[in-house]
């Protein structure tokens, strides 16, 4: 093979080569000084992030787009990067779908996440933790010495709080999850009256405590959270799991000076 004259071929890849090492050592010089901007900015960010938040949803309906149902790619904020939980937030009050890039295993993915999904942070980004439905049914399977023939009522039903969606419900996963063991239950939820793909309908009030073992609360709707559970749980002995950080500490302690069996995601289990 002939290289063309002056060894034109050859200057032309050494070009090249150097090109990319320079845009390479250009790139990563204007990364960090970015970043150091970034790690200013990040201390008063708050009100952006509002303000990045607001201006979204103007450009979506200024431009009539419709989000509803809408499947929308964001990323999760770590450490200084620009806060987009406000953002999020605002998508999922106009009823799109989120999804997160995650990585699983060293490879990034883009998943689809509700609130009640676990974020895990890891030095490579992001893990989503979609079974903490089955994380937490299999703690309580253990803890109550097996749910085979247990009487279970779970209170909420939606996604997340105050909102009438089933869709990518935790709850509709547990519920499963308890056919799965043995377990008869019961549901309420004060926004929807059942799920699309089980056939049963939701309790349209919250019968006696003594017709069940187990009491779990799934979602921090107001209405549990004003809920009086010391006085219906009065005379029982109901086990109860909280899911949702749904019981205040003082009730969960007087909860327990009255011998009942508590079991509080995130705070461990209370005897």
């Excluded at 960090?32 to 201006?55: G, P, V, Y």
């Excluded at 149902?69 to 009823?95: M, Q, R, V």
């Excluded at 996604?159 to 799965?180: A, F, M, Q, T």
């Excluded at 205040?248 to 327990?256: M, Q, R, S, Y």
Aim: proline share 3%.
């Amino acid at each position: 093979m002939r290289f063309p004259p002056n060894n034109l071929g050859s200057k032309v890849v050494i070009q090249n080569i150097r090109s990319k090492r320079h845009y390479s050592e250009n790139k990563n010089k204007i990364r960090k000084e970015l970043i150091k901007k970034r790690k200013i900015f990040h201390i008063k960010s708050e009100d952006s992030s509002n303000s990045a938040a607001i201006n979204l949803i103007k450009y979506f309906n200024f431009n009539n787009y419709s989000l509803k149902d809408k499947n929308i790619s964001i990323y999760w904020p770590i450490g200084s990067e620009i806060n987009t939980l406000p953002s999020i937030a605002a998508l999922l009050e106009f009823g799109s779908k989120i999804s997160l890039a995650s990585t699983e295993k060293g490879i990034i993915k883009y998943r689809l996440w509700n609130p009640n999904d676990k974020i895990e942070i890891n030095n490579l980004g992001i893990n989503i933790n979609s079974n903490m439905p089955n994380n937490n049914l299999n703690r309580l399977n253990l803890y109550v010495g097996g749910l085979k023939g247990k009487r279970v009522l779970v209170l909420g039903a939606t996604y997340r709080s105050e909102v009438d969606d089933v869709r990518n419900s935790p709850s509709e996963v547990l519920c499963r999850g308890l056919d799965k063991m043995g377990a008869s239950w019961d549901i309420h939820d004060p926004f929807v009256d059942s799920f699309e793909n089980l056939n049963k309908d939701f309790l349209q009030e919250i019968p006696a405590a003594n017709k069940y073992d187990i009491l779990i609360l799934t979602v921090d709707h107001n209405f549990y959270k004003e809920f009086d559970f010391l006085d219906w749980v009065e005379g029982t002995k109901i086990i109860i799991m909280d899911t949702n950080n749904i019981l205040t500490e003082e009730l969960c302690k007087a909860l327990v000076s009255k011998n009942f069996r508590l079991l509080i995601t995130g705070r461990g289990d209370l005897k």
